[in-house]
């Protein structure tokens, strides 16, 4: 039933104008038609049939959404006019409208009005801008108050250059984002835009507050491409990784910043890492062994033409994943004599505790930490094969 009647309200809508409704055309009207409703409102509407129907009102009923409403609520005004009387109207169900709907005794439909329940809008918040590469520029916002008028809301991107440009409307609207719009032609650097949100329905309007910038402060790129992550020889708790700068700004001067991401295969915590700066490359330290991780690589095209603004952060290349090596201690295994227990097992805790240090400071990609931690390395392996000599039975 409520399929159907929906499909009445839309073919009524199609073909009628509010308004123009009368009983010589038709067999019954319901009165108001399609009116637009603040949520608490209430409403009184009749139900009209024609004398030639030889249908008494008092035969007659309401169905709302597809449900009858109680008989409770009706009024009979003439043989021909059944009113009825909704108190604290609650928002509508969807966008497209509420059914109401009058019936005959047999529950066939004779007319009907589609009821449009909300609230007018607040003011859109949170408007930020992006450009990628340059080309474009990309506004998202999202709705003021709860979010949600119930009713149809158009919202419209404006803009204009700060100083001596005209009011436009941005057109091309995301489907798949539907608080964003991109503007994509006729754009200019080196100067500020005006730019704001006006949101409007039957019930009202509002708009956002205005915000201005230049479209070099807000370049965002491509992530970064060609990302390989490999292993630092047989060193087992590291790995090496590498990348290009995104290629659309290679002709632009500015000075990208990077940061790295990595997780464990079963894992879907990341650990980041914020101190890359402009190189592409970068050793991950500290890593468990035998470990497959996950490693991904986003860029900030600071200071684009000279700008002074922070930049926006591209999304995460695609992850791309590798392993460490197995730990040699782990596969062969050792085992110290009793009689140089003693000293080894001060040796063991010394250098527990130097390589707990170093491990601490050498997640970074500093030239200078990882020399240190490769040191650390040697001197580990050195003291390895020296513990496995004293342990070792003399011929």
């Known amino acids: 039933m409520r399929r159907v009647v929906l499909d009445f309200c839309l073919v009524l809508l199609s073909l009628h104008t509010p308004g123009v409704l009368s009983l010589s055309t038709h067999v019954a009207i319901v ?21 030639d129907l030889g249908v008494h009102a008092s035969s007659l009923f309401w169905t709302l959404n597809g449900q009858q ?33 009058c019936h005959n005794h047999k529950g066939h439909i004779l007319a009907g009005s589609c009821l449009y329940v909300g609230m007018p809008p607040e003011k ?8 990628r590469n340059t080309k474009d520029l990309t506004c998202g916002w999202a709705p003021g108050g709860k979010g949600e008028t119930n009713i149809s ?13 005209t009011e436009k409307a941005c057109e091309d609207y995301s489907h798949a984002q ?9 754009l200019h650097l080196f100067t500020p835009y005006e730019i704001w949100v006006e949101a409007s329905n039957q019930l009202g309007r509002a708009t956002s507050d205005v915000i201005i910038l230049d479209i070099l402060d807000v370049v965002t790129t491509d992530p970064p491409s060609g990302v390989l992550v490999s292993r630092v020889g047989q060193l087992e708790d590291q790995l ?54 996950f490693v ?14 922070a930049g926006i952060w591209s999304e995460w290349s695609h992850p791309t994943a590798a392993s460490t090596p197995h ?15 003693d000293s080894n097992s001060t040796l063991r805790r010394e250098l527990k505790q130097f390589f707990g240090w170093v491990r601490k400071h050498a997640y970074g990609c500093s030239s200078m930490s990882m020399k240190l931690y490769d040191q650390w390395r040697v001197l580990m392996q050195k003291s390895h094969k020296t513990r496995n000599q004293v342990g070792s039975p003399r011929g």
């Not at 859109?124 to 450009?131: A, D, G, I, K, Q």
């Not at 809301?153 to 440009?165: A, E, P, S």
């Not at 539907?178 to 006729?186: A, K, M, N, V």
Request: with cysteine; net charge positive.
């Open 296 to 309: 991904q690589v986003r860029c900030n095209p600071v200071g684009i033409y000279g700008s002074r603004k």
């Open 124 to 131: 859109p918040v949170n408007l930020t801008c992006w450009s």
């Open 69 to 101: 409403v109680p008989g409770s609520l009706y009024r009979v005004l003439s043989p021909s006019n059944l009113s009825l009387t909704l108190v604290g109207l609650n928002a509508s169900r969807q966008t497209s409208g509420d059914n109401l709907v």
């Open 240 to 293: 090496s990784v590498r990348w290009e700068a995104p290629p659309a700004l290679k002709d632009f001067l500015f000075q990208a910043k990077y940061q790295i991401r990595y997780r464990l295969e079963d894992s879907q915590d990341w650990k980041v890492m914020d101190d890359v700066g402009n190189q592409t490359s970068c050793r991950l330290a500290g890593l468990r062994p035998g470990t497959v991780y």
């Open 178 to 186: 539907p608080y964003s719009c991109s503007i994509t032609q006729d």
């Open 327 to 341: 730990s040699e201690r782990l596969m062969s295994g050792s085992c110290d004599s009793k009689s140089s227990g």
């Open 153 to 165: 809301t158009q919202y419209r991107l404006k803009y204009k250059l700060r100083w001596y440009g």
């Open 31 to 51: 009165y108001p038609q399609d009116p637009v409703l603040r949520v608490g409102s209430n409403l009184t509407a009749s139900c009209w049939v024609h004398p």
